[in-house]
């Protein structure tokens, strides 16, 4: 059940993210907050692992603020709340999976000149896509 909010929380923000590049405050509170309740009512996860779900999120804070928003705020939100639904382990494998993908598809499309080097394409759609993608090869 958790895998499946998770995934139509990520799917809500991708939508989000590209029809107007911004994800609502309130769409990342509520996957938040459902997170955490999850959490609290199925014990899903181990404490250390929830907390490094959210260690994830805040590591992707931290570069948004370093690279002046390269990769925005909401992004590291949704990744923060993805997290607390995951846990840190997984959080890391759909991570590094979407950040794989959006390299295929940005190169590709620098390759095929449909975009320029400075261009940028959202990003959530990628993680969506990672973690749909990570839950049907763990089989659930």
Do not use: H
Request: proline residues 1%.
């Amino acid at each position: 059940m958790a895998d499946g909010l998770m995934v139509v929380f990520l799917g809500i923000c991708s939508i989000q993210d590209v029809r107007r590049r911004e994800i609502s405050r309130r769409i990342l509170a509520v996957g938040s907050v459902a997170a955490v309740l999850m959490q609290v009512c199925t014990r899903k996860l181990e404490y250390w692992d929830f907390a490094l779900g959210i260690a994830v999120g805040l590591a992707l804070l931290g570069i948004a603020f370093a690279t002046r928003e390269a990769l925005g705020y909401g992004d590291g939100l949704a990744v923060l709340a993805m997290g607390m639904f995951a846990g840190g382990c997984r959080a890391l494998e759909i991570l590094l999976l979407a950040f794989g993908m959006a390299a295929l598809v940005s190169g590709g499309c620098l390759a095929l000149k449909k975009a320029k080097r400075n261009d940028s394409l959202p990003f959530l759609p990628f993680l969506t896509a990672a973690a749909v993608i990570c839950m049907a090869l763990e089989g659930g």
